[in-house]
């Protein structure tokens, strides 16, 4: 969760340049480098995702091909993956 308090913290600063942008007269500036922000953190956002999606997906692939106590290393999978405890649990 430290990803979206940051995000929060961040946001809260960019509001504060659009304020300050704007008294200045400089709203085109202030809308321009909020846009620059929120297109660079999407990226890094959607990145994130994409690398957690992978690891997912290549330990139920290890897992599926590997044997062992496959309900306790699922849960594991899951808990790793950031679903929750509730959720593995269900599973």
């Known amino acids: 969760f430290d990803f979206f308090k940051q995000r929060a913290e ?3 600063d960019q509001l504060k340049n659009l304020s300050t942008k704007t008294s200045q007269g400089k709203l085109l500036e202030g809308l321009t480098d909020a846009a620059s922000y929120t297109s660079s953190t ?3 956002f959607a990145e994130g ?3 957690s999606r992978n690891q997912l ?5 290890d897992l599926l091909n590997g044997g062992g106590d496959v309900i306790e290393e699922l ?3 899951l808990l790793q993956a950031d679903l929750g405890s509730k ?3 269900d599973v």
Not at 57 to 61: F, I, M, Q, S, T
Request: no cysteine; net charge negative.
């Open 10 to 12: 961040e946001g809260v």
């Open 49 to 51: 995702l994409t690398k």
């Open 42 to 44: 999407n990226v890094a």
């Open 57 to 61: 997906l290549y330990n139920l692939e």
């Open 75 to 77: 849960e594991d999978i």
């Open 87 to 89: 959720t593995s649990m």
